[in-house]
């Protein structure tokens, strides 16, 4: 089935869907919603990890922005494995194969569903390639939004982040840091929900959507508990029916130079290796041609300009 195939008119028009329709009514939704294009509000929240707790309140303002715009939104929710917690166990042999996953449960539900468009929310390592990866394959009218790093904790007048709390482990292991210190640290370096307060994957990732296109200017910027997130949510809803209005689908966007801009971006920021295995996934599923070759022709050319974190 190509992109042009899918339509949520398939799903609710005629006399043989009445009892479609029947079923959307019971949901709540009335004829004139019934009449609108629909969005899906795809998002990857779970109690899994702080990356991901807050996203369903997040999608409700991106309902909001795609509805407030004349088209229906549609929310539902996929997995999201935490490559923090999944580290050091069995666990993490199920990182990368998530991200299929994620791509994969994202495009059943658009075209079990038949939805003209679609709005993406992630918040951890492997969630936001998968969510970009749907996106590139399905080529429909999408926008990307990430779900916002996590704010820094406070001990001692210091600011921490997770990243404290491992080389914390590691003093202690050397004999260098009580035990009391490291569990206060433990205790305060994570206080809010979002991604890990560094140029990790995530925040890598979210950096690299904003240069790919697919996502708003700014938009990996503002923290999980920043207000401004919210507002950012929200005209991520209303971009996705601007792009539905004018037919522009990822592959418009997700040009062999916008690969060329990523990778440029994920060098200026020393970004994570990672982009690199997902950048190539993205663009297989663009069916853009990009090789390691690329990553080094640009690499050779592109500072790394700043040590950054959130």
Do not use: W
Request: proline share 4%; charged share 20%; net charge negative.
């Amino acid at each position: 089935m190509n992109s042009t195939d899918i339509s949520s008119r398939n799903v609710v028009q005629g006399t043989s869907r009445a009892p479609h329709r029947a079923m959307y009514k019971a949901m709540g939704l009335t004829d004139e919603d019934l009449s609108r294009k629909f969005i899906g509000v795809s998002h990857t929240g779970n109690e899994a990890t702080p990356c991901n707790i807050h996203l369903g309140r997040l999608a409700q303002k991106a309902k909001e922005g795609v509805y407030d715009s004349g088209a229906t939104p549609r929310e539902f929710s996929t997995i999201a494995v935490s490559d923090g917690i999944a580290m050091g166990h069995e666990g993490m042999k199920s990182s990368l194969v998530s991200r299929e996953i994620i791509a994969d449960s994202i495009e059943l539900m658009v075209r079990a569903h038949q939805y003209d468009g679609l709005v993406g929310i992630a918040g951890c390592d492997k969630s936001l390639p998968g969510t970009m990866m749907a996106m590139a394959r399905l080529n429909l009218p999408s926008v990307f939004v990430y779900g916002g790093t996590i704010m820094p904790g406070y001990y001692n007048g210091k600011q921490l982040t997770v990243q404290d709390v491992y080389e914390a482990v590691g003093a202690f292991d050397a004999g260098q840091l009580s035990l009391e210190a490291l569990k206060n640290i433990e205790n305060y370096a994570c206080p809010t929900a979002g991604s890990c307060g560094g140029m990790f994957t995530a925040n890598t990732m979210a950096s690299i959507s904003e240069a790919l296109g697919i996502s708003l200017p700014g938009s990996a910027s503002p923290p999980a508990e920043d207000e401004r997130r919210e507002k950012m949510v929200y005209d991520t809803g209303v971009a996705s029916v601007k792009l539905l209005e004018l037919n522009i689908k990822p592959r418009d966007i997700l040009t062999f130079e916008a690969f060329e801009n990523a990778i440029t971006m994920l060098n200026a920021i020393g970004g994570s290796t990672n982009a690199i295995l997902h950048l190539l996934a993205i663009s297989s599923e663009a069916r853009v041609k990009l090789t390691y070759d690329d990553f080094e022709r640009v690499r050779k050319k592109v500072p790394h300009i700043a040590d950054l974190k959130p």
